[in-house]
Structures are given as C-alpha cells and as structure tokens.
C-alpha cells in the first residue's frame, strides 16, 4: 500500500476548519502533517497529531511536505503557491486561484516546469444540484436549453471588514469570492461563451468592493445568468432553466458545507443528501394545466475532488482541475470587471493555449 500524501494546509481559516481539514483528515490516503496559524493555536484542538508553524516556510522546511494546501487570502496565493512548487511540492489552492490571469500563468508554467500537480479547490463541481443539473442535461429531459440561471447569495446586511472578502485589496469583493464558483460550472456546462456582459454594484451603504453581480455569458443559441447578492434573506432559487420541451427550478444551497460546519463525518449515511423538499421540480405550462414533477437530486461528494488529488499524485492520473480551466476562469473574471467598467458587452477570447491537453 503506498503512503499517505504528507499535508500542510497554509492557513486554518474557515476553509481549513471546514472543507481541507476534515476531508483530509477523513481521507486515508493523506496525512496532515502541518497546520500554519500565524497567530492562533486553535487548530490543535482540532488536529493534535498536525504540528502548528508560524510561517509556511518554516513548515516546508520541517515537514518535507507532498503537498501544501495554499488556503490564504488570495493576495498571498502567488507568494506561497510560488514557494511551495520551488519547495518540491504540489499544490492545491483554493478559489480564486490568483488574484490575475498574468499571475495564474506563471505558477501554472513553474509547476510544468517542475513536474508537479497545481489545481484549483473548485469543489462546487460536486454539490449535489450541480451534479444534478448535469445528470439533467446528459438526460436531455428539458430539451434543448435555451436559458440558464445560476444564483449563489448570502445573507450579510453588514459588511465585516475584518475578512479579505469586503475590504479594498486585490482579490477581494463578491466577483473574486463567489464568482469562481459560477463561472467555472457554467464552462464545465456550456463551454466558453462569445461574449460577457456584467453589472457590479455596491447596495450596502458601507460596501468598500461590490457586494452583488449579474454575469450574462452569451452562446450562439442561449445566455447564461450568474447572480449573487449579500442582501438575500430568503431560500432564493438556486437553478432556473428553460429548455424548448419543460423548465426547471431549483432551491437551496448544497448541504455538505452546512454538515461539515456542524461536525458530521463524510462517511455518515445522510452525508452529501439534500432534504426532499429541495428537491428540483420539472414543470411545464400546457394550456391552463400546469404539469409538475420531481427530479430527485444527486448526492454531493466533496471527497471525489481528493480522490482525483490522490490519483494524480500516486497514480499519474488527470488534475481534478486543468491548467486550461484555471486559466479560463481568470480571464472570464477579467472580463466581467472590463465589461461592468465600461458599461458595454464585451467579446471574449481565451487569453492563452497554454496546456490546453494538460
């Protein structure tokens, strides 16, 4: 049997505390070996068997890692990205992947050069309704999809300028947060699109970066729409698509990060479910009778994306996520903040070949 991957997670913020340290924890082929807190303790309460550093450079010098968890704000994802792979290290680093396309291609060129992994924490290919939407598309149920819409908000009236995610510094506001997420579900659907449209704003009177954003992707034959806000209160629709035969709407978030918060182990029966009532409905309007159906939701899997870093570190297997696809939602951001600025569509084209097979 080979060895557990060696592990260091670069930072024990939310992300380590609730989606890196418990999947790797859980997950028998990684051990994590070193936690860097700048400050706190707290992830030894967590993890005792982790040895806590104050800088990552300190870890990988004590530690000899296979592999570092770059969980930082992404200010820092270059710097430490940058010194894990000179390290002799892979890398998985959490979304965004860096805070420019220009920075993206540098790291993404070091890590061909040396030889090792470096992919991006898109987990969000593995909620339940995305894979869902997928099964639904393969299915060719609604027919031929004319009209896409993609929402992911939260509710947070105040804005808390003590996280990276609301104050002015590159990689911050709402496009850098959540869009990843978004974008990088609507390529592995639809591909890239021909052009972007985007509108950005700040509806919180003490919003310092844009807390809301409405994306159009146009295709030959339909648009896609990703919306999100800080001011949703409610369970707002999660998917709502419109094929030529039946619609489809969707509520509710992925509950994997709701159970992962509250403690409950990947390998616990309900892991990954959703509860019924959010289940996707399938409806079409004939005359005046609304016909209404259930399409049953598939189960989340967080673990699959450590099991595809597993293989591709032992086994020579395919990166969960490909340079090519890192690269592409870097330069579709970069044209969503062109776009919103200049207050026009703007056309969009891959920035770069670069490891498009890879």
Not at 238 to 262: N, P, W
Not at 287 to 295: A, G, I, M
Not at 305 to 326: M, Q, T
């Amino acid at each position: 049997m080979q060895k557990p991957i060696r592990t260091v997670l670069s930072a024990f913020g939310m992300s380590g505390k609730v989606f890196h340290g418990p999947l790797l924890h859980t997950h028998s082929g990684f051990e994590l070996c070193g936690i860097v807190q700048r400050t706190s303790l707290d992830s030894m309460g967590y993890y005792p068997e982790a040895q806590v550093f104050r800088s990552l450079e300190r870890a990988i010098q004590e530690i000899q890692p296979d592999l570092v968890i770059v969980n930082t704000p992404p200010f820092l994802h270059f710097e430490e990205t940058k010194l894990a792979l000179e390290s002799g290290c892979h890398v998985v680093v959490e979304k965004p992947f860096a805070t420019s396309f220009s920075d993206a291609e540098v790291l993404l060129n070091l890590a061909a050069g040396e030889g090792k992994m470096l992919t991006a924490f898109q987990n969000r290919r593995w909620d339940s309704d995305f894979l869902t939407i997928k099964r639904l598309k393969s299915l060719g149920v609604l027919g031929k999809w004319n009209h896409f819409e993609s929402y992911f908000n939260r509710y947070r009236p105040q804005v808390e300028q003590q996280t990276w995610k609301e104050v002015l510094q590159p990689g911050s506001g709402l496009v850098w947060n959540l869009g990843p997420h978004l974008i990088d579900q609507a390529l592995q659907l639809f591909g890239l699109p021909d052009s972007v449209t985007a509108f950005l704003g700040k509806i919180r009177p003490d919003a310092l970066v844009e807390d809301s954003f409405h994306i159009m992707l146009h295709y030959p034959d339909m648009i896609a729409e990703l919306k999100s806000s800080y001011l949703i209160p409610d369970f707002a629709l999660r998917y709502s698509i419109h094929g030529d035969l039946f619609s489809f709407q969707k509520i509710g978030m992925d509950i994997q990060e709701a159970q992962l918060k509250a403690g409950i182990s990947y390998h616990h029966p309900d892991f990954g479910l959703e509860l019924p009532q959010f289940r996707g409905t399938i409806r079409k309007q004939n005359d005046q009778e609304l016909q209404l159906d259930y399409f049953e939701n598939e189960k989340g899997n967080y673990m699959a994306f450590y099991d595809e870093v597993y293989d591709c570190i032992r086994n020579k297997g395919k990166s969960p996520v490909l340079p090519h696809e890192i690269l592409d939602v870097l330069s579709l951001i970069e044209t969503v903040f062109a776009s919103s600025k200049k207050g026009v569509t703007m056309q969009f084209t891959r920035k770069s070949e670069i490891m498009i097979q890879g």
